[in-house]
């Protein structure tokens, strides 16, 4: 098998975010539930950017966020996800080839606009997303360049895939192409409400072997079993999974594997600002901590760094290097 | 005269902010001068926004954000400049709208795109911008609302307005229609190499009364009036100008009136992250205080208060409520 050309490939929904702030009130009138993403059609994008408060535009997405954590780490990264052929493709595709990613899938011509999500920011720092999805549902299987997949350590996938037909069958090639290449597939639950809609489907791929390492917080790990006992959900993740992070906000991470649950504090935060992009960063210093054979408590403490980075700023992508923070913190790998 | 309509209107070019950071060897590499700001055409944007790093959007220039602020303290702003019929004239729109800013200007239809400001972040918080100009440079004569510019106590001007012939010509009309309605004019000197175009012009301004409140920082004082003693500039100014404040980033400000010199010293700041809109936001504090008759000392210190906001986080408009910040220093105003 030859040397991976990329240590990360992340696929997901290429995403520009309109980040604003919120106080609790609008949430309340605008019937948003606070941490959730919702999926919004044209009209209500309109009204909804038409209420909110004055905004910054910046790249985002899950799966790309990662892919700049992984990046800004030092690692390689590669990404899939489709952009239109307009001003926010334009920009979407400039940030991710500032930060030395390789992202070469087509843009969609003619068609929707480039997807863009409505973040509001309360004052508590948290996150409430309502996403257009645009261009970015219409990433097809083929879409998927094999050969990139097959170069990549770890294919990272967004559950949010899954609220599209088209996106979910190119999900289901890019995990098989990953597999027959003998490498390795990871799975974010992305959201508790994505883990209602789509339950049955993400246990399957977990239990298949379809995923080998999975990401959750809280939430989705409590969605996904539907049981509001931590320690029931975690022993039956356990048992389904073969590598899981459920990361657990301060209290910092549990890394789960068939041998072990270990429990790996997160690093003392100054002040939260903004947590949109925490569980995508945590998820770049976990998988580039993988993809050079680190242990996996190594791999949650440089899973916490990025997301401590990253929950301190507006904006769900890191403002410093994060391969200076980590040699700062002793884990530096070469 | 009737009771004023605005507390400021502020003129200017429409700008939407392109904000990233850059290693100081980057400025040199590109031949840039730090802390400046230059203007490019469409080669020459496109060029440098491929050679820098992930950015964020935001709407900004000068006049822009200083209405942002007046707006911030709580104060009645409108704003006149022209933006392309485009997604980041619509971004601009919105965003003054969003903070209450009365913004009527007819966009440009079929012409050039709304203009962008490539903003380069350096280590010490220093910004050096690049400025594309597109629909900005268009703003005409017949873009300004007489009724508007006579409805407020005082319209604030960019002499960056100056570069662009129409431009400059909207700026004299402004001018003459607030004094004609028996309201004030300000003017911001905007940039070193800006004094330096148009240096005569400027000092004509000043001198023929057509300015009663001027602003600079310490570099444009001295191009003014080309001289790199401090004492001998400020007495000039001070023989010329009716009021005007004299920024000295961490050393506070000169208010200066042909009755007074006063140093105010500016208030502590934690940490400085990006000094965009620094002098902009010194701006709307002042000019707050100034149209609800604050003496000139607390207008600088109103003035002092939004600057330090503005330069502690990404970004050239406030980031939390100046009414706010206005309070807890014990300076607010009903």
Redesign the interface.
Known sequence: MAEPKFDVLGIGNAIVDVI??AEEDFLVREGLIKGSMRLIETDEAERL??A????????GGCAGNTA?GVASFGGRAAFIGKVAD???GR?YR??M???GIDFETKPLIGGEPTARSMILITPDGERTMNTYLGAAQLLSPDDIDEAAVGAARITYLEGYLWDRPQAKAAFRKAAKVAHAAGRKVSLTLSDSFCVDRFRDEFLGLIRDGSVDVLFANLAELHALYQTADLDTAISALRADARIAAVTAGADGAFVISRENVEVVPAYPVERIVDTTGAGDLFAAGFLYGLAHGTPLATAAKLGHLAAGEVIG???P?P?VSLKGLAQQAGLHIE
């Open positions: 604003a702030t950017y038409g909110m408060g004055q905004a910054v535009q910046t790249s700049a307009d001003g926010l920009v400039h940030d080839h500032a930060l700023h507006i904006g992508r403002a």
